[in-house]
């Protein structure tokens, strides 16, 4: 299971560096239902992976000056204590109901990643309001931002999603940010917030160190060698796919009646989806794209 474990960290940093979204949403579902993870265990080590995985992205953007930073700590000073809540009532239900709580963390996640998936491909077709200008906050500016960061602290502590997808979304819709400014400060706050989540998972005991280490052996040169494509496929066309996917997990970890011929569904349309844009890319020779088409949301 080692090399599969570093093999599935390489597949999500080639996502990330590539795409600059938020594959590491695709992480969790992929441990509990490739890997067989408890779904609390898979949550903790998601969580801390990102922490570590993602401070590397946040750390280039800090230095390329691409972080609003009393955003950040506007954000973060709702979903710092937001998250340990969510991780302290995540292990109070797991201690006190136990499988029955796997049961229900597993529906819940799955709820989840069906939102982040929604909101991925709202994301994708919406435009925020875009200034060159420093933008200085205002005081409803800091209220939203505490806001934003209670309710997204939240299900981060509880389900490891949204850390990317719910803050990337806010801010591009509340803040006249530009996408340099949007993907810096997102991923910035998600390394920092994640961190906090992170400790608290530890401290609960749903963290697989050693399976957090083998991801991170795959992750960190995969998004190094990611970033470095320069022929990539259409970014609009990638979203989409990614918020499919998303969806799909979702749908797959609940597993509601007629589930099944959802999934079949959305493969279909997925595929078919991937191989008109590989097409396109093919015939139109590919195109690097430029640091404003470029986004990453952890």
């Known amino acids: 299971m080692d090399w599969k ?17 938020g594959g590491g949403s695709l992480m969790t579902p992929l441990l509990v239902l490739v890997f067989g993870f408890k779904p609390t265990v898979a949550i903790g080590t998601d969580i801390l992976h990102g922490a570590i995985f993602k401070s ?5 953007h800090r230095r390329l000056g691409h972080v609003h930073a009393r955003l950040t700590m506007w954000m973060l000073l709702g979903s710092a204590p937001a998250s340990l809540a969510g991780v302290a009532l995540s292990a109070w239900l797991e201690s006190r109901y136990g499988d029955a709580f796997e049961d229900a963390a597993r ?9 982040a998936g929604i909101g991925f491909f709202v ?10 200008q ?21 299900v981060v502590g509880v389900t490891s999603v949204g850390s990317g997808t719910f803050f990337g979304l806010a801010m591009l819709v509340l803040f006249p940010l530009t996408a340099a400014k949007i993907v810096g400060t997102d991923i910035f706050h998600a390394a920092l917030l994640l961190w906090v989540a992170g400790a608290g998972q530890l401290a609960a005991g749903n963290v697989d160190l050693g399976a957090t280490a083998w991801l991170l ?19 609009r066309a990638l979203r989409v ?6 969806s799909l997990a979702g749908v797959k970890l609940i597993d509601f009646p007629g589930a099944n011929a959802v999934l079949l569904v959305g493969i279909v349309l997925g595929g078919s989806v991937g191989v008109i844009a590989l097409a396109r890319s093919i015939i139109l020779g590919g195109r690097p794209r430029t640091a404003s088409e470029g986004s990453s949301d952890g």
């Open 134 to 154: 420093p933008y200085r906050l205002t005081n409803r500016d800091r209220v939203s931002a505490v806001l934003i960061g209670l309710f997204g602290g939240f």
């Open 241 to 246: 796919a990614l918020a499919l996917v998303l």
């Open 5 to 21: 474990l570093t093999l599935a960290g390489l597949l999500i940093g080639l996502l990330v560096g590539m795409t600059g979204m």
């Open 217 to 235: 052996c795959g992750s960190i040169p995969g998004v190094l060698i990611g970033g470095q494509v320069t022929v990539k496929l259409p970014d």
């Open 123 to 132: 994301k994708t077709f919406i435009h925020g309001r875009v200034s060159d």
């Open 56 to 60: 590397f992205g946040a750390a280039q």
């Open 107 to 115: 529906q819940v996640l799955g709820a989840a990643l069906i939102v």
